[in-house]
């Protein structure tokens, strides 16, 4: 029986990892609320660690949000994803952990990569100015890892999502990611009978979404891997791996999408005065399909997932 960690297992990523893990008998699931365990403090995590005897470790904890939390908040974002990255991963160390996954994100590549935006990308030009301190720290944790194998030989695996949305996705009206932030309004809409939605920007530009639950699976395939298929299919400084569709949609094919699975019939119209963001935002995905594995969940299929999770838990919700 291993004894697996899933640190930030309440977030939307953590939480569908234990969700899939809690579905074997072959794993003992452990995992810290924030009043247990304070990821911040070097001395408490250690001292767990010590405790438990962990067979593997997914990193999923981290401080996230938006792009205003982003700009208004730089210092604590790159300062907790740093100190909570290294806390983990020393710790994992320093305690003979030898298999650890560190889940990242597609903001470490630069504003203005190609796409597909390949792992190649990562360190070849600028990044996003709006969440640059969450990328920078999610970069390190990338080269933590990759220092920590090429030290002292661990395994210490870095995945790459691209968009996610799913249960326990945030849904706040203000800070929310595209998806849940249309769910609502829609839902809001349809219960009003609101003849029309706006929706920001022209509608053109392309975005891939990833279902939390295939990054789950994605996640637990790319962490039991053996040592020689990963290292086959990847580089001692070039070692993390995209986790996506391979496949993107405009944001008007999206919110069509959106407005259908909620049962909207209104009018949707595009406010063009406000921004578009980058024109295409994509994850190439060759590395990951090379080991043997895909995702497997449509875009509608999983809208309608995430819609029907909003309804059973909207009581829960913040205005």
């Known amino acids: 029986?291993?004894?697996?960690?899933?640190?930030?297992?309440?977030?939307?990523?953590?939480?569908?990892?234990?969700?899939?893990?809690?579905?074997r008998g072959d794993v003992e699931i452990i995992t810290r609320s924030r009043s247990e365990l304070n990821l911040l403090n070097q001395a408490d995590v250690q001292a767990f660690f010590a405790e438990q005897q962990l067979d593997q470790v997914y990193l999923a904890a981290a401080k996230v949000g938006g792009i205003i939390a982003n700009n208004t908040y730089p210092a604590e974002f790159i300062y907790e994803n740093l100190m909570i990255e290294a806390n983990i991963i020393h710790a994992a160390h320093l305690n003979h952990v030898q298999q650890l996954l560190f889940l990242g994100s597609s903001c470490i590549y630069p504003k203005l990569a190609e796409q597909p935006m390949a792992e190649q990308a990562l360190l070849t030009g600028t990044l996003e100015p709006t969440n640059e301190p969450y990328a920078i720290a999610k970069i390190a944790g990338i080269k933590l890892c990759e220092s920590y194998n090429r030290q002292y030989g661990r395994d210490y695996r870095s995945v790459m999502p691209t968009n996610l949305y799913g249960p326990n996705d945030n849904f706040h009206p203000d800070n929310s990611h595209v998806i849940p932030a249309l769910l609502r309004r829609f839902h809001e809409a349809k219960l009003a009978n609101a003849a029309e939605v706006v929706a920001w920007g022209s509608g053109s530009p392309m975005r891939e979404f990833l279902h939390v639950d295939d990054m789950a699976a994605a996640s637990i395939f790319v962490m039991e891997l053996d040592k020689a298929t990963y290292e086959a299919n990847t580089q001692p400084m070039l070692s993390h791996i995209n986790v996506g569709t391979g496949v993107d949609c405009t944001i008007k094919e999206l919110t069509e999408t959106v407005a259908k699975v909620v049962g909207f019939t209104g009018r949707i119209t595009w406010d063009t005065t406000k921004p578009d963001g980058a024109p295409r935002k994509l994850m190439q995905v060759d590395r990951l399909k090379a080991l043997g594995?895909?995702?497997?969940?449509?875009?509608?299929?999983?809208?309608?997932?995430?819609?029907?999770w909003f309804l059973a838990n909207q009581a829960t919700f913040r205005a």
């Open 293 to 308: 594995w895909q995702s497997s969940i449509a875009l509608t299929q999983g809208l309608e997932d995430a819609y029907q």
């Open 1 to 23: 029986m291993k004894k697996v960690f899933v640190a930030g297992h309440n977030g939307m990523v953590g939480s569908a990892i234990v969700r899939q893990l809690a579905k």
